[in-house]
């Protein structure tokens, strides 16, 4: 059974960084059939999908285009997680982030949401 | 706004059958698979339906899913109160290179 743990701040203050963790366990980040992706969720935004890292033969990254810039997706292969950062934020990034899993093309498995709040 | 248009809420009453629609166009739903997701209140959303019409382990024979040209549909037969929640469509954009959702559907068990 994979499990998604994810950990970080609940308040970040505008033009900062947002960074969130997410733990794995059951799978492995450097696995050749998945991906890791990160979501988000606001009233006003819906379900929105970040971007996502994966392995295959070397690493891959690929980002919503409206966040290009602004985001990265890192990959901890020695402790078996990865990372979301989150540049130049505004209250327009308030939101429940989600990480997630895609094998076989699709998302299967949800981390239990962090709310982030902008705000100073 | 989404990209996938599904209808704000839907309701019925314990053990009738609610259909639940989500409308796409030819770079997503009409191109990939369609994906069902349920959202109870404070949780993360949960797979409920995979590649159009497939059902996770777990999930009841009550869910159904289909796929025609670029809409989608979720039937729910036999309603439980326990049913209520939100409930999301996705499919993979082949233009925009995205995961694209649907709105949601809230379903009121009366």
């Known amino acids: 059974q994979v499990q998604l743990q994810q950990s970080g701040p609940g308040l970040v203050q505008p033009s900062q960084t947002l960074s969130l963790t997410c733990a794995i366990s059951?799978?492995?980040?450097?696995?050749?059939?998945?991906?890791w992706n990160w979501i988000r969720q606001s009233p006003s935004r819906g379900l929105e999908w970040l971007g996502r890292t994966y392995y295959r033969s070397k690493w891959h990254n690929d980002f919503a285009v409206s966040l290009k810039g602004r985001i990265t997706i890192n990959p901890d292969t020695s402790k078996n997680q990865f990372s979301l950062h989150l540049n130049s934020v505004t209250p327009e990034d308030t939101a429940v982030y989600y990480c997630?899993?895609?094998?076989?093309?699709?998302?299967?498995?949800w981390g239990q949401g962090t709310l982030v709040t902008v705000s100073s | 706004q989404s990209v996938l248009t599904q209808p704000p809420s839907a309701s019925g009453t314990p053990g009738q059958r609610v259909t639940i629609s989500c409308s796409g166009i030819t770079s997503n739903i009409r191109s990939n698979f369609v994906y069902w997701y349920q959202q109870l209140p404070g949780t993360a959303p949960k797979l409920l339906i995979y590649k159009n019409n497939q059902r996770p382990s777990g999930v009841p024979d009550r869910f159904s899913g289909s796929k025609s040209g670029a809409s989608a549909s979720l039937a729910i037969s036999g309603l439980r109160s326990e049913d209520e929640a939100d409930y999301y469509c996705?499919?993979?954009?082949?233009?925009?290179?995205?995961?694209?959702f649907g709105g949601g559907t809230t379903l009121t068990v009366l």
């Open positions: 997630t899993r895609s094998r076989d093309g699709y998302i299967d498995y």
């Open positions: 996705a499919a993979w954009d082949d233009s925009l290179s995205v995961w694209v």
């Open positions: 059951g799978d492995s980040v450097s696995s050749n059939s998945a991906s």
